[in-house]
């Protein structure tokens, strides 16, 4: 995705709801970057508000936009069933909320894809990035939560529910409380959120995920972080040898830390290991990836 330019004929609209903030920009069908802002989530005050004030928000920037508005991508947390929005517990209201026809309503445009955060991203680096030409790929999200994207014929594949890839409700352990107990394993254990809550345990006071990298010299922490590092590249590497992607894409806010540990796991695990890389995009990759389904509903 590129940047930059000032006059077009058509655009296609990007929303991405996170947890703080919720990022917007317009894009040409060409894939240049044109406008763009972003406001606070304030998920405390509801989902309805939420859509409202980010509807307030995007005929803003579309009025800012010279051109006709022909579609708009969406990445949300949670995943898209039957036109609702599941597994989204953190913002009130927002589990079960009709979201697509509420900004199609909204928005005006009957050409609105919307996807969770996860498969964005990898819609992102399917069209501009490091899964570009690629016919099965594994994208890889570890940050504030953990997620995959599995791409199969040079698509993301959502699966029968739409929940392709959420992998932090795999089990580590056979015999550990899972979804039917309201947990979700591997995401407690080695996401940003997890690892902040067990190095708070582990040091007595409260760390951030970022916090602990930066006391990686204190064996505690050092062996903490390890522990989760081997957890993924195991899971990665597992995912590697089921799919067997030409090439698996690591992304999200804490990629460069686990990335040695999943090459390593997937070189020492996989029959036939691909080629394990950085993403292109992190910053905003949700984002990028809402314009890139945006021009995919063109």
């Known amino acids: 995705m590129t940047t930059g330019g000032t006059s077009v004929g058509e655009f296609v609209l990007g929303i991405d709801f996170g947890g703080t903030k919720v990022a917007l920009a317009t894009a040409s069908v060409t894939g240049e970057r044109l406008r763009g802002t972003r406001l606070p989530t304030r998920a405390a005050d509801g989902a309805k508000e939420v859509v409202r004030r980010v509807l307030d928000a995007a005929h803003g920037l579309v009025a800012e936009t010279p051109g006709r508005l022909v579609a708009a991508g969406v990445s949300t947390f949670g995943v898209i069933r039957e036109g609702r929005v599941r597994l989204a517990p953190n913002v009130p209201g927002w589990d079960d909320l009709p979201l697509p026809a509420l900004l199609r309503d909204g928005l005006g445009v009957p050409a609105v894809r919307v996807d969770n955060d996860v498969n964005a991203a990898a819609a992102a680096e399917l069209r501009w990035g490091r899964l570009q030409g690629a016919d099965v790929g594994l994208y890889v999200n570890f940050g504030t939560g953990s997620g995959a994207a599995l791409v199969v014929g040079g698509r993301v594949v959502p699966g029968t529910h739409g929940a392709a890839g959420e992998i932090g409700y795999l089990l580590r352990d056979p015999a550990e409380p899972g979804y039917a107990d309201g947990r979700a394993p591997l995401e407690e254990y080695t996401s940003g959120s997890g690892l902040a809550a067990r190095g708070s345990a582990l040091l007595g006071e409260q760390v951030t995920a970022e916090g602990l990298f930066a006391r990686r010299d204190e064996p505690a922490v050092a062996a903490l972080l390890d522990d989760a590092a081997a957890t993924i590249g195991m ?10 992607p ?11 830390a686990f990335l040695p540990a999943v090459r390593a796991a997937v070189d020492r695990a996989v029959p036939f290991p691909p080629p394990v890389e950085a993403a292109r995009f992190v910053d905003d990759a949700a984002l990028i990836g809402a314009v890139a389904l945006g021009l995919q509903a063109t």
Request: aromatic share 4%; no cysteine.
């Open 235 to 244: 899971a990665v590497a597992n995912l590697t040898t089921f799919l067997d």
């Open 246 to 256: 030409q090439r698996v894409v690591v992304g999200g806010g804490m990629a460069e």
